[in-house]
């Protein structure tokens, strides 16, 4: 089977465009983008090391949470959340350390994710595009492997339509966000009420497919819509945590030398939306925020475990790959932010871990830079396809072999503007294993570099300094090259549709009306 894979994807990006009608011109325009990273993928998928370690195609999970942050976990030292399941994985398979997403927004990450490509390639920008209809999700390639693939949960793209998108078997999902509790699912073409917490409910449907009957390796996509604002805990672990002392970080205070040489937009955006003096327009204070969002976050834990319990009892633990992602980071009030977009690494960093006891060995922690882009890569070459070339991914692989290996120096960013939105400027940037630097589209007041060895919260703004200004002048070339050479040196522009979330707060809110009215 492997052979026959290969016949197609080996390839790389010509093959699979022509089979799936990419135009000739989108074509070149990817064969024009691939980076040394996909560079990098040809030469470590020689014919001897290309497929999983093994003689079979594993069956392949990949869990996805919403906006979690990376050191929400038992595993990455949170001081009081419990998360067993996760700890589970990154004990008995891979932690990678240093995950990142390219862009820290819902949909243009899960267009990255489904597509090993850039935002501004795959062109979902923002949470209101619907991804174009040339692209291929890598599930159509494990169909074409002789993959059943089933997706569960949030999609996102296009954000008014739940209909079934192409790559999927079996297709379990719900407009946008979709909702904590009763939800209106789409199986299959068919509208079902959902009839618990969504995130037990999604896993309900992922485990009943798990279990079927099958003469088929399979690949599923359990999507949760959890942790995304407005927190709704499942029952069960609702005010779990209402007693806890909360440690707020040093950066949220509204000092002068918290926002001493940070951009203006960063203490514009303390009142906003966004910001911690006006969070969600007054729907919710600091510390419910903070807190109903674990508690939320606890249900994606045990959908986790349900999941792997499943596997075992299937008989299917030792061979399955399961991996488990956020789809952005998350900010808790650094620099006085909430949620993401901005490129601070609460934002831009998220948690991955990966478990195959057949492929993995237990424990393993890897530090190099990763991100998104590298599922697809990763999945198509353990099911024992070379990962298409106009993929801008790694396949992250040979980081579970336990070996050292010549990686990837740096991971690039970019967030567009959004109208919805507008508190967060344009945001492009270069992030090494020692330094970040951020430039900003639009904003004339001051870019940023961090040393995130010696500061890694982000405190000291080092742009102006002396003994830097080569490195920033470098930097400043890496990602210009990066856009040059990837086919970003453009700004995509959409047409502003429905409301701006753009109001300023009263400096005390009196009454937070959500969770006002959900007692
Ligand atoms: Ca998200």
Redesign the pocket.
């Known amino acids: 089977m492997r052979s026959a894979g290969k016949s197609f994807l080996a390839g790389g990006g010509d093959a699979c465009c022509r089979k799936e009608g990419i135009p000739g011109a989108v074509l070149r325009i990817l064969w024009a983008a691939v980076s040394s990273a996909s560079l990098a993928v040809l030469l470590w998928c020689g014919p001897s090391a290309a497929g999983p370690l093994r003689g079979e195609r594993p069956n392949i999970v990949f869990v996805l949470s ?2 979690q942050n990376w050191e929400f976990m038992s595993c990455a030292g949170h001081p009081f959340l419990e998360t067993p399941n996760m700890d589970r994985l990154a004990r008995e398979g891979a932690h990678l350390q240093n995950a990142f997403v390219t862009t820290a927004l ?1 949909s243009p ?1 899960r267009a990255s994710i489904l597509t090993g490509m850039l935002s501004h390639k795959h062109g979902v920008v923002d949470n209101q595009t619907d991804i174009r209809k040339d692209l291929v999700f890598f599930p159509q390639y494990l169909q074409q492997l002789g993959y059943r693939t089933a997706f569960m949960g949030k999609w996102h793209m296009g954000h008014d339509s739940d209909e079934p998108r192409p790559g999927f078997d079996k297709w379990v999902s719900f407009r946008g966000q979709g909702e904590y509790y009763n939800s209106t699912l789409n199986i299959d073409g068919k509208k079902v009420k959902s009839t618990k917490h969504i995130s037990d409910e999604l896993t309900d449907y992922a485990i009943e497919w798990l279990k079927q009957d099958r003469d088929k390796p399979f690949f599923l996509y359990l999507s949760h819509k959890a942790v ?1 604002a407005m927190f709704a805990p499942a029952k069960r672990h609702l005010g779990k945590y209402e007693n806890v002392a909360l440690e707020y970080p040093a950066s949220m205070a509204d000092t002068e030398e918290n926002y001493h040489g940070k951009p203006a937009w960063v203490k514009e955006q303390r009142n906003s939306w966004h910001g911690v003096d006006y969070m969600y327009h007054g729907q919710m204070n600091f510390d419910t925020f903070y807190k109903r969002y674990c508690e939320t976050l606890l249900s994606v834990d045990d959908s986790i475990g349900r999941v792997l319990d499943c596997l075992k009892e299937m008989g299917q633990a030792e061979s399955t790959l399961v991996f488990y992602m956020g ?2 980071g998350f900010c808790f009030g650094e620099h006085g932010l909430i949620d993401k977009r901005h490129m601070y690494e609460p934002s831009m960093r998220v948690p991955l871990l990966a478990r195959c006891p057949e492929l993995i060995r237990p424990g393993t922690k890897r530090t190099e830079l990763v991100q998104n882009i590298d599922i697809a890569p990763t999945i198509l070459e353990a099911a024992g396809a070379q990962p298409p070339k106009y993929m801008d991914g790694m396949s992250l692989l040979p980081l579970f072999s336990g070996v050292d290996i010549i990686w990837r120096a740096a991971v690039f960013y970019e967030y567009y503007w959004e109208a919805a939105f507008p508190q967060t400027p344009t945001t492009f940037g270069v992030r090494t294993d020692r330094y970040k630097f951020i430039h900003y589209h639009g904003i004339w007041d001051t870019d940023e570099l961090y040393d995130m060895q010696n500061d890694p919260d982000e405190m000291h703004n080092l742009i102006g300094q002396p003994e830097h200004k080569q490195l920033v002048t470098d930097l400043r070339e890496r990602l210009y090259d990066w856009l040059d050479r990837t086919g970003g040196m453009q700004i995509p522009l959409r047409r502003e549709t429905g409301g701006r979330s753009d109001k300023r707060g009263p400096k005390q809110v009196k009454q937070y009306k959500h969770y006002e009215q959900s007692k």
Do not use: Y
């Open positions: 919403d906006n819902c990450s995304h789809d952005n």
